[in-house]
């Protein structure tokens, strides 16, 4: 998968060549798990050729791309929009932002670094974009699952 990052926000210092590494080993370890599954062929063929922008944001700019797509208009922790188009080269699997204020005002919260914290927030927005979802408790228990694993398969604990 070709991943592609922007860092838009200017209040917190992100290591961005660690940042860049960890979420590709997600997106490696996510690939390698989708890969023996055969009901998931469909997602790891689109990890396997997919390309994916990620974008760092202020809550400012995430709470503006929230009201305007979603209706909410509040900061969030990370938005994901799938535009899951294949092509002759691929497929584009869409754009994912994350808040690093808010990333970083959880990561205190829940005890744990801000490396885990956005390594999480992008595993679940590329979740996302593959089409799970956490609107039930059995939706839940699957994409969490995923994430915990892959996390974990990674190295990336709390």
Not at 13 to 40: H, I, N
Not at 111 to 136: K, N, P, Q, V
Request: hydrophobic residues 40%.
């Amino acid at each position: 998968m070709d991943i592609y990052f922007h860092n838009r926000q200017r209040r917190y210092s992100v290591d961005m060549a660690e940042f860049e590494a960890d979420c590709r080993a997600v997106a490696e370890a996510l690939t390698s798990l989708f890969g023996s599954d055969k009901k998931r062929r469909g997602e790891h063929e689109a990890l396997c050729q997919g390309e994916l922008s990620c974008v760092l944001v202020s809550n400012r700019r995430i709470a503006e791309l929230n009201g305007l797509y979603r209706g909410i208009d509040k900061a969030t922790d990370v938005l994901s929009f799938s535009l899951e188009m294949k092509d002759e080269e691929g497929w584009q699997l869409g754009e994912l932002y994350i808040s690093v204020e808010r990333a970083a005002a959880q990561a205190e919260e829940y005890g744990h670094s801000l490396r885990r914290e956005m390594a999480f927030l992008f595993a679940h927005g590329l979740l996302h974009i593959l089409g799970f979802d956490h609107e039930t408790p059995a939706q839940e228990k699957v994409m969490f699952g995923y994430q915990n694993k892959i996390l974990d398969e990674v190295g990336i604990k709390r």
